[in-house]
């Protein structure tokens, strides 16, 4: 029916759009592994991200700049959000913090399009990585590997900071069982603050490189949002390693859907989340029941 | 005794109100009819039972598929009882669905819910023979001829008016005599902690998901109202928006008292009105209200002027018995 090159293509495309996915989608489960809260908001900062750097492009004219400012000015709202909100409510339970967090959302969303507008707009590709490059038998954009690229690094430095480092061996048993940690003397909602504000600058780091590759779009948080409920579900609440392989698997899955059922394509990730949530609610690789 | 009185007086005045609004005000109250309805059923899972669901706007959706479907394929079904087919349409996914969703807690169980709304609205979206898409379903709900010769013309915002209150009141009746059940009581120590309640011997699953089943089914009720009065239903009515829509509404008004989320949902639709005129970007403000109240005043308004509240201190309405003047 399609030649090899076709699904090699197509495979591409999916570990694409899955690991811009892992980026988002890495910040919500440490966030929700360490303070139970599912963060709504998340996914406004990714789309933050990606207006910030057509604004910075458009000022600047520099694709790169955009890369450290987005990340800063969120990490900084994500800070404040935690710091100046979040915390206030935690005594009423996860619902509220929940609720919150959606509050939010809902707000971010309007004011993207207060300040921007409800339309599209098209950031360019770096001059550096425009183009395609032959691959696999056919043509293929360099920047949608610049994406793949750059992701595993970030990916791979993540890991070794929470593999190799005190704060990263912090972050892990706070997530495994926060009070302890607390108990050992370690300023817990100080790395909470620490974790949750890294996490919305991971997901402005996202919303940057997106940017040139899906255009900045009012929908684009909500679009994300759902998907990346999916991936912290299917992984599992708090592991990483889950995050990845259920990015992963929802980009294949995306992308393969659309070649092969396009009609049905948005309900394989539903049944895949419901069938995890039946059959085992923590995740693939969650320890957490 | 004196209470009934006021219910009585309240009930027939809401049956006169029309007399004092022109159309366009009548079709508001129409909308906060069935929305508060649709508020306070989700309040029996949210506010009494500690279930935050994202994905209630389903059966919401269904009532109104049902609705229309059986008007289209059955022909002239008198309104209440297509109504009644539609909410046990909606009784009948609401089982399926809480028989999955209720055993899950907290963020797992928001979820779930979630997933099988989005899985629903894309059936609605992409089985187009059934539902037609995009283009959304017609729904012509037949004139009703009451017992005494009276004909209600559906088309008359008056007569829907009355018929829609009629079954939005038999359907709050219905809520508050279920709430006051011994497995009402059972849902709210469920709410508190479930572990305990399962060891002091209730049946934890069985509880919820008869809660879960008959907020389903009132919702429905409130989808069939909505699909009937708007006489389209599309994938936007179990789409995640409206899923949302109504825990603002409820939230709103407040999830701690019975009526709440009603009052909830008449200060959100009519704020909504007013706000659509001044600004476009009225979400903003919502969503800024939303987030305010949560941090300042999660009890919604009913805990601004309710019992013990602001207001009523202030005006000194509620006064602790020891200072009741005797």
Known sequence: ?289 | MRRNVLIAAAIVLLFLMPFGLDTLRLRVAIEILYFGLFAVSFNLLFGYSGMLSFGFASTFGVGGYAVGLIWKHLGAVPLPLAVVMGALAGAAVGLVIGFFCVRLRGTYFSLLTLAFSQFLFAVALKWRDVTRGDDGLTVTPPDLTLPGGLVLHMGNALHFYWLALTIVLISLWLAWRFIRTPLGNAALLMRENDERAAFLGYNVFGTKLIVFTFASTLAAVAGALFASFQRLVSPGALDLQTGTEVVFMALFGGTGAFLGPFLGTAAYILLQNWLAKTTEHWPFVIGFLFVVMILFMHTGLVGLFGRGGPVQRLLRLNRTPAEEPR
């Open chain 1, 1 to 289: 029916m399609f030649g090899l090159s076709v699904y090699a293509t197509q495979a591409l495309h999916g570990m694409v759009y899955g690991m811009l996915l892992f980026l988002v989608s890495s910040g919500l489960t440490l966030v929700f592994g360490m303070m139970g809260i599912l963060n709504i908001a998340h996914a406004a900062f990714y789309m933050l991200g990606a207006y910030l750097a057509y604004t910075t492009v458009a000022a600047t004219g520099s694709f790169w700049l955009s890369l450290l400012v987005a990340p800063i000015v969120v990490g900084l709202l994500g800070a404040a959000v935690e710091r100046g909100l979040l915390r206030r409510i935690h005594r009423y339970g996860h619902a509220y913090e929940l609720l919150l967090t959606f509050g939010l959302f809902y707000m971010m969303a309007e004011a993207v399009r207060w300040i921007w507008g409800n339309y599209t707009l098209e950031v360019p590709t770096p001059a550096l990585l425009s183009g395609s490059i032959p691959l696999l038998g056919s043509q293929y954009p360099v920047y949608r590997l610049f994406i793949l690229a750059f992701s595993a690094l970030i990916c791979l430095a993540m890991a070794t900071v929470l593999l190799r480092t005190r704060v990263g061996i912090i972050i892990r048993s706070a997530v495994a069982d926060g009070e302890m940690v607390s108990a050992l003397g370690i300023n817990t909602p100080l790395v909470a603050l620490g974790v949750f504000s890294v996490g919305a600058a991971l997901a402005a780091i996202a919303g940057v490189i997106a940017a040139p590759f899906l255009q900045a779009d009012p929908a684009m948080g909500a679009a994300i949002l759902v998907d990346s409920f999916v991936v912290v579900v299917v992984g599992g609440f708090g592991s990483l390693l889950g995050a990845l392989l259920a990015s992963l698997m929802i980009g294949e899955l995306q992308s393969f859907g659309i070649l092969w059922f396009p009609a049905f394509a948005m309900v394989f990730q539903f049944l895949l989340m419901a069938a995890v949530l039946v059959l085992r609610p923590q995740g693939l690789f969650g320890e957490k029941g």
